[in-house]
């Protein structure tokens, strides 16, 4: 069964930290050849593409609002993409989403074939 499983939302006071991770089924990670990604939706927004890594050639991208406090990363043997994120702002306040597989459209806006449950980050003031 094809899954993304994210972890490691919580709570945190502005200028924090958080890691969130992204545990992809075997069957994802090894047949994608491609992107995977990070977005987020706060209530009443629209979705938003955060970071995305080719997980083959480590090419990385990210929104201009997360550059120089977010960082995407991997580990193969786990089969997991982890979000570092820092300097934490009350905006960053979202759902935050993995996403696999990428099909079409920009990186950070186009289309997934996978998208995990979704985990919560909470940054308060």
């Known amino acids: 069964q094809v899954q993304l499983v994210e972890s490691g939302g919580g709570s945190v006071q502005a200028g924090g930290s958080l890691r969130l991770s992204c545990a992809a089924s075997?069957?994802?990670?090894?047949?994608?050849?491609?992107?995977m990604a990070w977005f987020r939706q706060a209530p009443g927004k629209e979705r938003e593409g955060v970071a995305a890594?080719?997980?083959?050639?480590?090419?990385?991208a990210y929104v201009d609002s997360v550059k120089g406090r977010f960082t995407i990363s991997q580990d193969n043997a786990k089969s997991t993409v982890y979000l570092q994120m820092d300097s934490l702002k009350p905006d960053d306040t979202a759902i935050y989403y993995c996403?696999?597989?990428?099909?079409?459209?920009?990186?950070?806006?186009?289309?997934?074939?996978?998208w995990g449950q979704g985990t919560q980050v909470t940054v308060s003031s």
């Open positions: 996403a696999a597989d990428w099909l079409r459209g920009s990186i950070l806006g186009g289309q997934y074939n996978y």
């Open positions: 075997g069957y994802i990670y090894s047949t994608s050849r491609n992107w």
């Open positions: 890594m080719h997980i083959r050639w480590g090419g990385t």
